[in-house]
């Protein structure tokens, strides 16, 4: 597990000549192009994230809700989307978006915010649901009980229970919009986004410079999984479940 | 004094066929500490729950203070719930738990700061207002869940099963510590539990609940002494039933012997004569009625509890006297001590049609039967009925009424055995055998008596010998 981790390190702080250096970071740090690609999928990310958070929060409610009948029958409508190739999926929403929008080069960024969206909403609606999905009814009574209207209910209640949930389904849904550029290759046209600028480097035989920016984003990732797992860590037993 | 709340011809079902409660009736008063006692699945919890306004009766009415509240949501009704497994909110602290509802009536801080702090004191919980929940034992969560709900100052404390996840020894203190606390409060409270015990120890007035009815109200005393029905003298206390018949005025037989009673009910009447174990009495003189064999007596603390054995039968006394196992006994029980209750023929009575088959359709199943036997005079030639003026009689979807004694059940584990199958919801023991109730499917319900001992709960097919039933064209008046 650890050692293809400890063969980019390698390559990451060396240069083509195998001697020690930061070079690499010094270059990508300096480089407008580059910290602009990596600001880039921030937003992209941001935006994907807000977005399926927006849909998948109703939609996993709407799921908890509902008769066990029909329950097993929506949840699968969400589910089985996944097990189609995730490139040939995305060709689908490429052929949608052209006959919709007439061409693809009008919304670019739209466009690729849609596509990451309906690829990652699984991921955002599994956690959610599972934590809605747990919160005991009686707790829910309680709060009527004790005079809570519906709004109060879900406000004082039901949404501080979901939040595990919600981390989980943000994280999951975050970290592969940031690196993930079959989407944006695909929607866009573009390198604009880390997972591809990663990818040119390879694909140029540059292992440095593409090993060194993979470090950065591990280094992003792991400092967001921090912050995030100290949001949720009263409840990090059902979220170590979940990641 | 006046009725705080009042339940009128309460009914709920689910489906439209199962009556989960039937005409409930209940009147409760101020300050009262009401009990709703009955085996699981008895209607006491959904009676709480349409009280609190999580469920709506399909019929009925619920008055508090003389006005109906089922159009109140429950966060508008003056009523609290202590819930069965407390219900504690796990994100916040016992603090903010038992300020909830002050928070949500916009009090300012320092008022709920002070009536907080007055509750944890009541509760005996003083100074753990920064505690997480789950740090909590299951009594002190317990105490939190009391102290959440009264808080609020509510009109009627409903408390579902408070007590049942504690041990023994918490219970018991609880117990004693709510009935305190109902006297120093006020509060009207209604108490769900299927711990006799329990209920015995705590309330005001118990109302003993089975199958969805109101089966007794009275005080403790009251349905100790004076059970209504059989279910009710099982249900509380150790019991002997028996089968009787009055046998002269005042005078009850069973266990093949005559007693004298307070009852007086028609000559010849069946009864089901209840017995307490502390109401037999060991008698060396010779006086006293019947006379049986010591099968068994085990020390239980304070008295023994011996089984004396006469014929097929069997009683249970307590006393504290020993009694040598292999002994002949003299038993008397005092006629204040005999409890009789006038028990209807068991004779099963159903409605259906005849099938085109020309089989009997009653109780969710189907049963073959001599047709012939409707008509005097008739004839079948195995696919048509004739009558005695040889004209053809249709039977198909006539309806019928079928009576059905008990000696013409039996139930049998193996479901193909008979299309009519059903769940035993209720069994007791009479003196030398069982006697069942099984509802079928569709929500009938037979009266079966076996000598082994089934458990509730266990699928069973009936049996039923059509010999021995009675079938009447037409629907019963």
Redesign the interface.
């Known amino acids: 597990m650890v050692l293809p981790l400890l063969v980019i390190i390698y390559y990451a702080f060396t240069n083509a000549e195998g001697e020690v250096t930061i070079d690499n970071f010094k270059a990508f740090f300096t480089s407008g192009n580059t910290i602009g690609t990596l600001i880039y999928s921030f937003v992209i990310a941001f935006a994907v994230t807000a977005v399926c958070l927006l849909i998948a929060y109703p939609v996993s409610y709407a799921l908890a809700v509902s008769k066990a009948k029909y329950r097993a029958v929506l949840l699968m409508l969400f589910i089985i989307p996944m097990w189609v190739n995730f490139t040939l999926r995305i060709t689908a929403v490429k052929e949608i978006l052209t006959f919709v929008e007439g061409s693809l080069a009008f919304h670019p960024f739209l466009n690729t915010v849609i596509g990451m969206c309906y690829d990652f909403l699984p991921f955002m609606i599994l956690p959610i649901y599972t934590s809605l999905e747990k919160i ?1 009814v ?2 829910v ?9 519906g709004r ?1 209910t879900f406000i ?2 039901i949404l ?2 979901s939040v595990p949930g919600i981390i989980s389904g943000m994280t999951m849904v975050f970290l592969p919009s940031m690196t993930n550029y079959v989407v944006l290759d695909m929607l866009y046209n573009s390198t604009y986004i880390m997972g591809s600028l990663i990818g040119s480097y390879f694909s140029a035989y540059d292992w440095h410079n593409g090993s060194m920016i993979s470090m950065v984003l591990f280094a992003i990732i792991v400092v967001i999984s921090m912050i995030t797992s100290r949001f949720g860590e ?1 409840d990090s037993d059902e979220r170590g479940a979940l990641l | 004094m006046e009725n705080i709340i009042e339940l009128k011809n309460i009914n709920k079902s689910y489906d439209g066929v199962r009556e989960v409660c039937s005409n409930i009736n209940l009147e409760i008063k101020k300050g009262e500490f009401v009990t709703l006692l009955g085996p699981s699945g008895c209607g006491k919890s959904t009676t709480l729950r349409m009280i ?3 469920e709506q009766p399909t019929s009925g009415e619920i008055l508090l203070n003389g006005e109906s509240i089922l159009d109140l ?4 009704r003056p ?3 202590v ?3 407390y ?5 916040l602290n016992i603090y903010d738990n038992i300020a ?2 002050l928070k ?2 916009k009090l300012d801080k320092n008022t709920i700061k002070e009536k907080v702090e007055r509750v944890l004191r009541i509760v005996d919980l003083e100074g753990m207002e920064k505690r997480p929940v789950s740090t909590l034992s299951g009594g002190q969560q317990q105490r939190i869940a009391i102290a ?2 009264i808080v ?1 100052e509510p009109k009627i404390l409903l408390l579902d099963e408070p007590l049942g996840a504690l041990d023994l020894k918490m219970r018991q203190e609880m117990q004693l510590e709510l009935k305190d606390m109902h006297e120093r409060l006020g509060i009207t409270f209604i108490y769900v539990t299927h711990d006799q015990e329990e209920a015995i120890t705590m309330s005001d007035k118990i109302v003993v609940m089975a199958d969805g009815k109101i089966q007794q109200i009275g005080t403790a005393e009251d349905i100790y002494n004076e059970p209504k029905n059989v279910f009710v003298a099982d249900f509380i206390g150790d019991s002997n039933i028996f089968n009787g018949v009055m046998s002269g005025k005042m005078k009850v037989n069973f266990l093949d012997a005559d007693f004298e009673c307070l009852d007086d009910y028609p000559i010849h009447s069946d009864a089901d004569v209840v017995v307490r174990p502390e109401d037999v009495v060991v008698v060396n003189d010779g006086s006293g009625q019947i006379t049986g064999k010591v099968d068994s007596c085990i020390f239980k603390g304070i008295h023994y509890e011996t089984t004396v054995i006469m014929g097929k039968n069997e009683i249970v006394l307590k006393s504290t006297k020993e009694s040598k196992v292999g002994d002949m006994v003299n038993l008397y029980i005092d006629p204040d001590g005999i409890h009789v209750i006038p028990a209807p023929k068991n004779m099963n009575h159903f409605e259906g049609v005849i099938t085109k088959y020309h089989t009997l359709n009653f109780a969710g199943g189907e049963i073959t039967y001599d047709v012939t036997k409707l008509f005097k005079g008739s004839t079948h030639d195995g696919k048509h009925l004739f009558g005695a003026d040889g004209e053809r009689i249709h039977l198909t979807d006539m309806p019928i009424t079928v009576e059905i004694p008990v000696e013409a059940l039996d139930m049998s584990d193996d479901l193909d055995e008979s299309s009519i199958n059903g769940e035993i919801i209720s069994l007791i023991y009479v003196g030398d055998h069982y006697r069942y109730k099984v509802r079928t499917e569709n929500g009938s319900d037979f009266t079966i008596v076996d000598e082994d001992l089934w458990n509730e709960f266990d699928k069973v097919s009936v049996l039923i010998d059509s010999d021995k039933i009675n079938v009447s064209v037409g629907e019963k008046n």
Do not use: C, M, W
Request: hydrophobic share 40%.
């Open positions: 005991d009686s707790l009574e309680a709060a009527y009980d004790l005079g809570a209207t109060e004082k209640v501080p229970l009263s | 609190a306004g999580f949501p429950p966060n508008l009523i609290n719930t819930f069965q497994r219900a504690l909110f796990p994100h909830f509802g949500l009536k959440r709900a609020n």
